[in-house]
Nanobody, 122 residues
Framework: VQLQASGGGLVQAGGSLRLSCAAS????????MGWFRQAPGKEREFVAS????????NYADSVKGRFTISRDNAKNTLYLQMNSLKFEDTAVYFC????????????????WGQGTQVTVSS
């Protein structure tokens, strides 16, 4: 599976962004997907994940109620809608894929896209 993330940018605190992750090479519905982020000087952290069908989702406490993960398997695309952005959401965001649903650790994901930078100004 090849993944390519896009949609990052500079936004003011309180604003919104939608990230996309385009997948190719395999049927996306066969894979659970996730978003992770890494801020400067910090370890990579889990943001959200979604099952292959889209029926199951999981969020980090820090983004619950503000971020929404979704997918369009017909378009082989994963999304992350980010609302009410905070300065501490500033990071490089990565999309990832694995066969089985339920993982929240980065090391459990097999395929990774390049990151997209999200910068939130305070």
């Amino acid at each position: 599976v090849q993944l390519q993330a896009s949609g990052g940018g500079l936004v003011q605190a309180g604003g919104s962004l939608r990230l996309s992750c385009a997948a190719s090479g395999r049927t996306l519905s066969n894979y659970a997907m996730g978003w992770f982020r890494q801020a400067p000087g910090k370890e990579r952290e889990f943001v959200a994940s979604i099952s292959g069908s889209g029926g199951g989702t999981n969020y980090a406490d820090s983004v619950k109620g503000r971020f929404t993960i979704s997918r369009d398997n017909a378009k082989n695309t994963l999304y992350l809608q980010m609302n009410s952005l905070k300065f501490e959401d500033t990071a490089v965001y990565f999309c990832a894929a694995r066969r089985r649903w339920g993982a929240t650790q980065g090391r459990q994901f097999d395929y990774w896209g390049q990151g997209t930078q999200v910068t939130v100004s305070s």
